[in-house]
C-alpha cells in the first residue's frame, strides 16, 4: 500500500509569494492534518480535515489555509510569504477523525529567501 | 495552553546500555498521548498510542508507560539502528495535537 505522498518535495520562493502544497492520504484514511516543523523544533500543528471540514487549527495566521477535496486528498496555501515560513512542511493521514494512530508524509522542505 | 516538555535534550548510549526518555505534559482533557520516531530529513513514524494512566506498550527494544502527568520510553538493550530522534506528543480538546521538541538518541556501537 502507498503510504501518505507529499509534492513537491523542495520549494523555494521569494518573500511576498504564494505558496500551496499538496498532500495524498493512505487509501481508506479519511482525515488529514498538516503541520509545520522548523529546524530542531517538534511539529506544531497547523489544520485538521475530516470529511472534506475543518475540524482543528493551530495557533497559525490567516495567510494559512487549507482545503480538502472528495478525494480526500488536500492542499495547504500559505500566501505572502515570510522568511520565518522557512520550513518542513508535514502532512499526516489517519482512518477517523477521533484519537488514532497517524501516517506522516516525507514533508515538502519550503525555503523562502 | 497544552504543553509537552521532553528531556534530556539529547542521549548518547553505548549498544546495549538501556535507558528511559520523559515525556512531562500538561493538557485540558488527555484523549490521547503519542509516541513517533524521526530519523533525519524524513516524517515521524508512528510507535504507540497511550490513552489512560497506568496503560503500557511494547514494540521490540521500545516500552511506553504512561501516569497522569508524564510518559516514559524505556530503551531496552539498544542497538545502532534506534538512533533517532523520539518526538511525543498529547492530543487535547478542539483536535489539537502538541508536539515536544524531542530526544536525540544515538546509541554507539
Same mark, same amino acid.
Given at each position: 500500500?502507498a503510504?501518505?505522498?507529499q509534492s /513537491?518535495?523542495?520549494?523555494?520562493?521569494? +518573500?511576498?509569494?504564494?505558496?500551496?502544497?499538496? %498532500?495524498? /492520504?493512505? $487509501?481508506?484514511?479519511?482525515s488529514?492534518?498538516?503541520?509545520?516543523q522548523?529546524?530542531?523544533?517538534?511539529p506544531?500543528?497547523? *489544520?485538521?480535515?475530516?470529511?472534506k471540514?475543518?475540524?482543528?487549527?493551530?495557533? !497559525? /495566521?490567516?495567510? !494559512?489555509?487549507?482545503?480538502?477535496? /472528495?478525494?480526500? $486528498? $488536500?492542499?495547504?496555501?500559505?500566501?505572502?510569504l515570510l522568511?520565518?515560513? $522557512?520550513?518542513?512542511?508535514l %502532512?499526516?493521514?489517519? +482512518?477517523?477523525?477521533?484519537?488514532?494512530?497517524? !501516517? *506522516?508524509?516525507?514533508?515538502?522542505?519550503?525555503?523562502?529567501? | 495552553?497544552?504543553?509537552?516538555?521532553? &528531556?534530556?535534550?539529547?542521549?548518547?548510549l553505548?549498544?546495549?546500555?538501556?535507558?528511559?526518555l520523559?515525556? &512531562?505534559?500538561?493538557?485540558?482533557?488527555?484523549r #490521547?498521548?503519542?509516541?513517533?520516531?524521526?530519523?533525519?530529513?524524513k516524517?515521524?513514524?508512528?510507535?504507540?498510542t497511550?490513552? &489512560?494512566?497506568?496503560?503500557?506498550?511494547?514494540?521490540?527494544?521500545?516500552?511506553?508507560?504512561?501516569?497522569?502527568?508524564e510518559?516514559?520510553?524505556? @530503551?531496552?538493550?539498544?542497538?545502532?539502528?534506534?538512533?533517532?530522534?523520539?518526538?511525543?506528543?498529547?492530543? #487535547?480538546?478542539?483536535?489539537?495535537?502538541?508536539?515536544g521538541? #524531542?530526544?536525540?538518541?544515538?546509541? @554507539?556501537?
Amino acid at each position: 500500500d502507498a503510504g501518505v505522498t507529499q509534492s /513537491p518535495t523542495h520549494l523555494i520562493k521569494t +518573500r511576498g509569494q504564494q505558496v500551496t502544497l499538496r %498532500c495524498s /492520504p493512505i $487509501s481508506g484514511h479519511k482525515s488529514v492534518s498538516w503541520y509545520q516543523q522548523v529546524l530542531g523544533q517538534g511539529p506544531q500543528f497547523i *489544520f485538521q480535515y475530516y470529511e472534506k471540514e475543518e475540524r482543528g487549527r493551530g495557533n !497559525f /495566521p490567516d495567510r !494559512f489555509s487549507a482545503r480538502q477535496f /472528495p478525494n480526500y $486528498s $488536500s492542499e495547504l496555501n500559505v500566501n505572502a510569504l515570510l522568511l520565518g515560513d $522557512s520550513a518542513l512542511y508535514l %502532512c499526516a493521514s489517519s +482512518r477517523d477523525r477521533g484519537v488514532t494512530e497517524a !501516517f *506522516f508524509g516525507q514533508g515538502t522542505r519550503l525555503t523562502v529567501v | 495552553e497544552d504543553q509537552v516538555t521532553q &528531556s534530556p535534550e539529547a542521549l548518547r548510549l553505548q549498544e546495549g546500555e538501556s535507558s528511559s526518555l520523559n515525556c &512531562s505534559y500538561t493538557v485540558s482533557g488527555l484523549r #490521547g498521548l503519542f509516541w513517533y520516531r524521526q530519523d533525519p530529513g524524513k516524517g515521524p513514524e508512528f510507535l504507540f498510542t497511550l490513552y &489512560s494512566a497506568g496503560e503500557e506498550k511494547e514494540k521490540e527494544r521500545l516500552k511506553a508507560t504512561l501516569t497522569k502527568k508524564e510518559s516514559f520510553l524505556h @530503551i531496552t538493550a539498544p542497538k545502532p539502528e534506534d538512533s533517532a530522534t523520539y518526538l511525543c506528543a498529547v492530543h #487535547g480538546g478542539y483536535q489539537k495535537v502538541t508536539f515536544g521538541t #524531542g530526544t536525540k538518541l544515538q546509541v @554507539i556501537p
